[in-house]
Structures are given as structure tokens and as C-alpha cells.
């Protein structure tokens, strides 16, 4: 079914930007709900951000809010996620991810989505 690939991660001095893609193969995803999660060593995944079907709706962690952008581009079947002003804390592998479309809503939780990518390294030099 839905196969989501995460690419464009990197290391990067505290302060810079990355923006990671997301593409999707499969199935087209212009109907899922999509969003971003990250884990680091020792922890939980935890939830960045997410963006409904249309691109309208997006809902952000507190952690990062106001420094990421969820967007998406249906027609190439890609998600982003732009992260300025990158801090130590933000070094993680992050995931993206992909709800059912039967679902109408977006999610915070990770276990309402039902594909995952693989996930692409983030590190944040101090």
C-alpha cells in the first residue's frame, strides 16, 4: 500500500535551517491526514506537527511552534516539514507519517496513523 520514504536530513549548527521531504508511493496520500513525529536516543516518539488533507488545517507541538512548517504538494504526493532556528534539543530521527483516509481529522497521536516511513537523522551541533 502507502510507502513513505523521508529524505533531506542532516547535521547542522544550532541556529540553521533543514527542510525534510516526505514522498509517498503507493497510493496517492491527497485524501490522509499526514504528519511528522521524531524520537531520540533513550526516548519516546514524540508528536512536531500535522496537516490535513487540503494543506488548511496544520497543528504544531508546543516545542516547536513558531520555528516549523508542515506543507504538502498532493500533486507530487510529498509532504515537508521547514525547521528554522534549530536547537540541540531538536536532534532526533523523525518520521513522517500517514493517517487512513477514512479518518476526517488530523491526530497527535501516533497511534492513529497507519503508515510510517523510515525515518531520516536530524542532528543539531551546539
Known amino acids: 500500500q502507502v510507502q513513505l520514504v523521508e529524505s533531506r536530513g542532516g547535521l547542522v549548527q544550532a541556529g540553521g535551517s533543514l527542510r525534510l521531504s516526505c514522498a509517498a508511493s503507493?497510493?496517492?496520500?491527497?485524501?490522509?491526514?499526514l504528519g511528522w513525529f521524531r524520537q531520540a536516543p533513550g526516548k519516546e516518539r514524540e508528536f512536531v506537527a500535522t496537516?490535513?488533507?487540503?494543506?488548511?488545517?496544520?497543528y504544531y507541538a508546543d516545542s516547536v511552534k513558531g520555528r516549523f512548517t508542515i506543507s504538502r504538494d498532493n500533486a507530487v504526493n510529498t509532504v515537508f516539514l521547514q525547521m528554522n532556528n534549530l536547537k540541540p534539543e531538536d536532534t532526533a530521527v523523525y518520521y513522517c507519517?500517514?493517517?487512513?483516509?477514512?479518518?476526517?481529522?488530523?491526530?497527535?497521536?501516533?497511534?492513529?496513523?497507519?503508515?510510517w516511513g523510515q525515518g531520516t537523522q536530524v542532528t543539531v551541533s551546539s
Open positions: 503507493g497510493r496517492t496520500i491527497s485524501r490522509y491526514p
Open positions: 496537516i490535513s488533507w487540503s494543506g488548511i488545517s496544520t
Open positions: 507519517a500517514a493517517r487512513s483516509p477514512i479518518y476526517a481529522s488530523t491526530s497527535s497521536d501516533h497511534s492513529d496513523y497507519t503508515y
